[in-house]
């Protein structure tokens, strides 16, 4: 019988880098260096939209350039965090389950030192941060964890 899988096939693996390359050049281009092309200014759909005034459910002229760049970002990551490995066994499964408890773990204490020391606008940037932030501790905590258990299996 054929076991059911959650995870993307692994040839997601490269499409994932290259999506976060793009996203990252598209976000470090956008808010180091400040560009904001005119084309990207588009009238889109908002279920809410604050600026000046609060709207619902309308259509708002946006500068679209941080949505597609934080997009392009977050699919690629996904791709990398839930690609399978290139050889796929049971017990990469017990060490996704232990880089899942790690990055909730780390996630919930940086989460719970912004509550109590970061207030205002930057708090807005560190909530912006935390949309990234679970994945890259995940992808870093599982990879440490590969590392390991292949290194141990060498010296056995």
Same mark, same amino acid.
């Given at each position: 019988?054929?076991?059911?899988?959650?995870?993307?096939?692994?040839? !997601?693996?490269?499409?994932?880098?290259?999506?976060?390359?793009?996203?990252?050049?598209?976000?470090?281009?956008? !808010?180091?260096?400040?560009?904001?092309?005119?084309?990207?200014?588009?009238?889109?759909?908002?279920?809410?939209?604050?600026?000046?005034?609060?709207?619902?459910?309308?259509?708002?002229?946006?500068?679209?350039?941080?949505?597609?760049?934080?997009?392009?970002?977050?699919?690629?990551?996904?791709?990398?965090?839930?690609?399978?490995?290139?050889?796929?066994?049971?017990?990469?499964?017990?060490?996704?389950?232990?880089?899942?408890?790690?990055?909730?773990?780390?996630?919930?204490?940086?989460?719970?030192?912004?509550?109590?020391?970061?207030?205002?606008?930057?708090?807005?940037?560190?909530?912006?941060?935390?949309?990234?932030?679970? !994945?890259?501790?995940?992808?870093?905590?599982?990879?440490?964890?590969?590392?390991?258990?292949?290194?141990?299996?060498?010296?056995?």
């Amino acid at each position: 019988m054929k076991k059911f899988s959650f995870l993307l096939p692994g040839s !997601f693996r490269s499409v994932g880098i290259v999506l976060t390359g793009i996203g990252i050049i598209i976000l470090i281009v956008r !808010f180091y260096y400040g560009v904001k092309p005119g084309i990207l200014n588009m009238k889109t759909f908002a279920i809410f939209s604050s600026y000046l005034e609060s709207k619902y459910f309308e259509v708002v002229k946006n500068q679209m350039i941080e949505e597609i760049g934080g997009v392009i970002l977050m699919a690629g990551l996904f791709m990398l965090a839930f690609s399978k490995e290139k050889d796929e066994h049971d017990h990469l499964n017990t060490l996704r389950l232990q880089a899942f408890f790690i990055t909730a773990y780390i996630n919930t204490f940086f989460l719970i030192i912004s509550i109590l020391f970061t207030f205002g606008f930057g708090f807005v940037y560190i909530m912006i941060l935390n949309f990234v932030l679970g !994945f890259i501790i995940y992808l870093l905590s599982f990879r440490i964890l590969i590392y390991r258990y292949y290194k141990n299996r060498k010296k056995e």
